[in-house]
């Protein structure tokens, strides 16, 4: 790796003008672009002492050679000159939404003598009406399949069109009345453009007109006994509506937005857009991005926004409303750059209230979803857990494979119900039937260090306990009544390759010592650090660091993002029921019996507060009259201030 200090350049060197600058390394290849308001100031950052780097930012400056900027002269053009230079030389510290397509649009030729229905992507045409964007093309393509048993437009080639003019037979469409056949002059060129013109009305919004046009006739069909007519235009109908279906309305009819959402973890971010148009959602699409950059989430939602527009243009791809997050920090640039790509005015904000941030609300979760989904599918190929257990294994430099790890938890409000988990992965897969659940009371619940020891050595306390009752496997015939009287429940008779602590190197010499104290010398320990990801090993002064993309990398944040999923579950658990005991204890009449009776009925405060005096004489042995004393104490409580972890700042129930 280069030396910074052998390229830096020299501050006065440096201009006080926004600019683009572009790193470089040894074999000239750019690796990083980046934009700034004040050269000098953003390019000195990166020079500043190596401790103080992230270390993505770390790794890019040590793999650079060289840097270079161009000066320009306004942040505008800073934002469109920093858009071009990352699709051209694609650096590899650069997020990037790579999309090898552009988003599928139904296109109705309205220019030609026998318009076509068509799916098209790219860019739009002259005297086409585009109405989208769709995704999966999938969607539009049965959409349009639909379509044409009421609107039968052509939607065949120039090619396949000019065959059947010349042969005087219709394609297979023709013969099963989903073309109006106007190659073989079934229908005259003007009935033909009023049938497509009628299809971009349907899709323009005005479906309610047809559907109510076809009810009518099916109406006047049976009047008049036609039944077989009135059964197409039934079904004619249907397929309106199933249509109608596929694209729900969710907002006003006039509303044309596209709804970003992101969800994201130390290495990888989840997006998902939703495009609205005339109300409906047409389509969807999402991207997985490594986070490659170190980059704020304003930042992040600009690189998103450049990469999503920087190849569409006009009203019809780029909508009068685009719904982030959180905003930009140029919000005012980003905005004139899409009013100039749009031709119009382009509002660019976050949902705040209402249906909007209702469905951005619901963006978010598919995101998260996503991202979800993706890291599952990585931890369910064969060949990745083979490859992140390996990877792990060279990386701790440990001798024996990693066929069961155990990972640890603690978690607590201000050192109060104090529980820690146990999770484990057999073969790189969560078996759930050996999690366990600890309290931790009393002296072990002062810190996080002792909570560690404590946990670590009851876990192995029990390992050794059962291990010394292991029914000793002999060959030979046994009695089954004896064997089952011998053998001990085995909660805790399997010992892990690996233990994994959440935590620094103080809940790693916990671990290790509670481990020392009962005589276990076989097991190894590494903690996980959140801030950094980085691994601890007992008496180690340095961490191991896991290369970003790494598989091991993604098993020990799954194994970490297990164990405090668990236990974060077991506390507020464990919380609840502990308020729900304090606040039931000060309701004159209410005693052990009868408290124990209303947390079984409810199992839960948020239940018990919401129920009515008559739910609450349904209770056995609570009367009226001890149901109104419940009733009226916990109104008086929900009156007051919710509390509030204020290491967390999450609000307590």
Known sequence: MADPKSYRPQTGDIP?????????????????????????????????????????????????????????????????LEYTWIKEYNPRFNIVFRDDKTYPYLAVTMGEKYPRALVMRGDKRKDTKYFGPFYPAKAIRETLDTLLRVFPVRSCSAGVFNRAQSSGRPCLLGYIDKCAAPCVGRISPEDHKQLAADLCQFMGGEGTRFIKELETKMAGAVAELEYEQAARYRDDIAALRRVFERNAVVLADDTEADIFAVHEDELEAAVQVFHVRNGR??????????????????????????????????????????????????????????????????????????????????????????????????AGDLTTRSASLQELQDALGLPSPLLRIECYDASHTQGTNVVASMVVFEDGLPKKADYRKFSITGEAARDDTASMYDVISRRFKNYLEESENMVPMVSGEIDISDAAEKAPSRRFAYPPSLVIVDGGPPQVDAATRALSDLGIDDIYVVGLAKRLEELWLPDDEFPVILPRASHALYLVQRLRDEAHRFAITFHRKKRSASMMTSVLDEIPGLGPAKREALRKHFSSMKKMRAATIEELTEVPGVGPVLAQNIHESLAKLADTKPAVNMTTGEVLD
């Not at 000195?44 to 050679?65: D, E, G």
């Not at 999503?308 to 750059?337: C, F, K, M, Q």
């Open 16 to 80: 006080l003008n926004p600019g683009v600058y572009r790193f470089r390394d040894e074999t000239g290849r750019v690796i990083y672009v980046g934009k700034a308001k004040v050269l000098r100031s953003r390019l000195n950052s990166y020079f500043a002492n190596p401790a103080t780097l992230t270390p993505k930012t770390h790794t890019m400056v040590h793999t650079a050679v060289s840097v270079e900027w161009t000066v320009v002269g306004s942040e505008l053009e800073a934002l469109q």
């Open 281 to 378: 959602i047409r389509g969807q699409r999402g991207w997985v991005v490594e986070k490659v950059e170190d980059s704020t989430p304003e930042e992040f939602i600009e690189h998103l926004l450049t990469q999503v527009y920087g190849e569409s243009a006009g009203d019809d791809r780029i909508p009068r409303e685009v719904l982030v997050p959180v905003l930009p920090e140029n919000v005012d640039e980003l905005s004139t750059w899409l009013h100039e790509r749009r031709g119009s005015a382009v509002s660019l904000r976050v949902a705040q209230r209402g249906d909007k941030a209702t469905l951005a609300e619901t963006v978010r979760e598919n995101a998260e979803q996503s991202l979800r989904l993706h890291k599952s599918r990585r």
